[in-house]
């Protein structure tokens, strides 16, 4: 099994920060890459930002030039920085891991249980 732990979200004022974390653990062969989701209230989910095993990182249109997607390849971590928040941003962050289990395997996702991210005056 695989499992993702979140952490990080919360309640912030337009034009806050906020960095969420997401470490994934368990039976692991290798990581093709890990992202970020959300789903804002009565929408569907978007990817927000995604991150390959190579480093290369792609990002919603919204969120260019304020968040920033980063890993740390020795803990399995994936962090999400959010800058200049804005309450279009208000959703449910989910961290996905796309992972192979075994040598030659196929690719599988993996879901952390999210994250509320509130932007709000």
């Known amino acids: 099994q695989v499992q993702l732990v979140e952490s990080g979200g919360g309640l912030v004022q337009p034009g806050g920060s906020l960095r969420l974390s997401c470490a994934a653990s368990?039976?692991?062969?290798?990581?093709?890459?890990m992202a970020w989701y959300r789903q804002p209230p009565g929408k569907q989910r978007v990817l927000v930002a995604a991150?390959?095993?190579?480093?290369?990182?792609n990002y919603a249109e919204s969120v260019k030039g304020r968040f920033t997607i980063s890993r740390d390849n020795t803990n399995n971590t994936v962090y999400l920085q959010m800058n200049s928040l804005k309450p279009e941003d208000t959703a449910v962050y989910s961290c996905?891991?796309?992972?192979?289990?075994?040598?030659?395997?196929?690719?599988?996702?993996?879901w952390g249980q999210g994250t509320q991210v509130t932007v709000s005056s």
């Open positions: 368990g039976s692991i062969f290798s990581i093709y890459a």
């Open positions: 996905n891991a796309r992972v192979t289990v075994q040598a030659q395997g196929r690719l599988y996702d993996f």
């Open positions: 991150i390959l095993s190579g480093g290369m990182t």
